[in-house]
């Protein structure tokens, strides 16, 4: 039992080796399905979530809070995800959340740019020129979201545990590479690393559900989770805030308790909504 999370570049066969690995193993396989569970927890639109975590930013997604809250909302799915073992998360930034996670089997998947867009080409029934702008526009946007949302190299070989050239590599032997690969004890979870992933996914849904709710989003908080048990700090002007938050807290599945060190530094009226 283990997690297993992919990078990929567009026509590397990342996503099909993942399908394949979660179909001998029975795991759980979720590339849009993280950002579809996001959508419906935290109300908000696929579209705009989807182009959150796989497109270029524009100049206005660099000056708003926006694009950072949606980020908050799949990070929070990632994790709820990574807490409940034998999964496979493909893209959506699942390398990068989970580096801190000890049994986490980090993999970038890639090939050639030739040998891409000749797949390409094929699959989506192209032409040799567009095939190659695809994979090429492709590869310049998602390093930019990468490098924008995480500040990272997106090619940093350094980020994973694993990278696979799939150029002289079928679906099949890159599953058995992988399947290969989660016999090393570094990668099987302990109860230790088991908890720790349970906080951190309390902790990452604990910041999404604030962010969620129009009273307490503009809140500056700090967030901890220590054996389910939240522990909130941090400064608001009124008393009603105060509450609004641990409510908020108090009502996410599988907290254990809130520890409450918010303090309350104005007396004013609560704004309407809380």
């Not at 989807?50 to 694009?67: G, I, M, N, Y």
């Not at 890159?174 to 309390?202: H, I």
């Amino acid at each position: 039992m283990s997690i297993v999370a992919i990078s990929q570049t567009l026509g590397s066969l990342g996503d099909e080796i993942g399908r394949e690995l979660a179909r001998t193993l029975s795991w759980e396989f979720a590339d849009r399905e993280i950002i579809a569970q996001a959508a419906q927890r935290f109300g908000e639109g696929l579209m705009e979530l989807e182009h959150v975590t796989e497109e270029k930013p524009s100049l206005w997604d660099r000056f708003t809070d926006t694009r950072r809250r949606y980020l908050t909302y799949v990070e929070a799915i990632v994790f709820e995800m990574a807490a409940r073992d034998n999964v496979i998360l493909s893209g959506r930034g699942a390398t990068i959340f989970l580096r801190r996670v000890r049994h986490a089997l980090r993999v970038r998947i890639t090939a050639a740019e030739r040998v891409r867009a000749y797949r390409v080409e094929h699959q989506q029934e192209l032409t040799s020129e567009a095939a190659f702008h695809r994979v090429r526009q492709n590869d310049r946007e998602r390093a930019s979201n990468v490098k924008f949302l995480y500040h990272v190299d997106w090619d940093d070989p350094l980020l994973y545990d694993l990278v696979l050239n799939t150029e002289r590599m079928d679906v099949k032997e890159g599953a058995r590479v992988l399947r290969n690969a989660l016999e090393n004890e570094r990668v099987r979870p302990t109860p230790e690393s088991r908890a720790e992933v349970k906080d951190l996914s309390l902790t990452a849904q604990a910041k999404g559900a604030l962010l969620a709710h129009p009273a307490t989003r503009g809140l500056h908080l700090s967030l901890a989770c220590k054996h389910g048990h939240l522990s909130v700090s941090g400064m608001v002007e009124c008393e009603e805030l105060k509450k609004a938050a641990e409510g908020i807290l108090g009502r996410i599945p599988e907290v254990g308790g809130v520890l409450s060190e918010i303090v309350v530094v104005s007396s004013r009226r609560a704004p309407v909504g809380v």
